[in-house]
């Protein structure tokens, strides 16, 4: 339930707002760089039991531990292939490409996000000024 209510306040609370013809300003920037942080790591966390429990049979780790688990989890999650974690059958191709699916298109929505919290840049080019794009 936290997760649901940490992305929705991370990617969807302006467009809420912005629905709602209310202004829309968020709490702090380090809020939420600490919100991000916390879904990644809770994403990592939770592939990392997947690999514990699915993949004991389905995929393949140089370390057998939880903290190889994790480790495999966020090379995972950080990159766009499983890296030093291989798979033994479908069950294990499946769970390393939804983790990789879910780590780039969660990179993709941040970066998004943030990007359009960055102020607008003026241009000193008159053409540019203009709303019509004349310059007179």
């Known amino acids: 339930m936290w997760q649901v209510y940490q992305s929705n306040v991370l990617l969807f609370d302006w467009y809420r707002r912005r629905r709602a013809r209310q202004p829309y300003a968020v709490q702090g920037i380090l809020r939420m760089v600490l919100l991000l942080l916390h879904n990644y790591a809770e994403i990592v966390f939770w592939f990392a039991a997947a690999y514990e429990v699915i993949g004991t049979h389905s995929i393949a780790m140089p370390d057998r ?9 966020f090379q995972t999650m950080v990159s766009l292939g499983p890296g030093e974690v291989s798979y033994a059958d479908s069950t294990g191709l499946l769970l390393i490409w939804v983790q990789s699916l879910v780590g780039l298109l969660l ?6 996000r943030f990007v359009s919290l960055l102020p607008s840049v003026q241009s000193l080019d008159k053409a540019e000024a203009e709303p019509d794009g004349k310059s007179t």
Do not use: E, F, R
Not at 65 to 73: E, F, M, R, T
């Open 107 to 112: 990179t993709v929505l941040v970066l998004a």
């Open 65 to 73: 531990s939880i903290v190889g688990a994790l480790y495999g989890s």
